[in-house]
């Protein structure tokens, strides 16, 4: 498998015919990601992203795949995390792109140039999950004091009522329950309790 540094792809330099295929792996440096106003550093596992390009009836199947360690804060109490990430992105480059619509052109195509580094960031982006945790379990941190739950508990009575529903409170309905609320679990209870 051929090993090079470029950031990006030349489909032109490839002698490949329709059916044939050629791998090679590609050297990407460490990059920072930003998701919800948070700074991750995603750091390439092994030689780089593996790169497989595909001649294909009217065009080019480029595949990226690329193992990566993302470091940051968890979305939920702040602390540091480490993600495993297995990226993967596949995009159809046409031989022949003005006869295409340019909406159906990937932004990562320009002309038979493909950016290696922008689509494995996508593919990284697109492997993470919704949300970074640094466990499933995560409690976060209190809202009120501010301690981290995954570490002490907090004894803070949070039971703050957003000013614009005040004037459901002053009907005198109660605390949820003539709604048909459970106010133990905060989940709908048709009729009320049984």
């Known amino acids: 498998m051929a090993r090079t540094t470029s950031p990006s792809l030349d489909l032109r330099e490839l002698p490949l015919k329709s059916g044939e295929r050629t791998e090679r792996v590609v050297a990407i440096e ?3 990601i930003f998701l919800g106003g ?9 030689e780089g ?10 065009g080019y199947l480029v ?8 470091f940051g804060a968890c979305y939920r109490c702040l602390r540091e995390l480490e993600q495993q ?24 195509v320009d002309d038979l140039m493909v950016d290696l580094v922008g689509l494995t960031r996508e593919a990284v982006i697109l492997a993470l999950p919704e949300k970074l945790l ?3 379990d995560c409690l ?28 459901l409170r002053e009907l005198g309905l109660g605390g949820g329950e003539e709604l048909g609320v459970s106010e133990a679990d905060g989940e709908d209870v048709p009729g009320g309790e049984e």
């Open 38 to 46: 948070q700074r991750y550093q995603v750091v390439p596992q092994g």
């Open 49 to 58: 992203a593996d790169v497989v390009i595909e001649r294909l009836s009217g």
């Open 134 to 136: 640094c466990r499933e």
């Open 140 to 167: 976060g941190i209190c809202p009120q004091c501010g301690k981290d739950l995954n570490l002490e508990e907090c004894h803070c009575h949070i039971e703050q009522l957003d000013p614009r529903w005040e004037k």
């Open 30 to 32: 460490p990059y920072p």
């Open 63 to 70: 595949t990226v795949v690329m193992e990566a360690s993302v």
């Open 85 to 108: 990430v297995e990226a993967r992105q596949q995009e159809f480059v046409p031989s022949n792109p003005e006869k295409w619509d340019e909406d159906d052109i990937s932004p990562f």
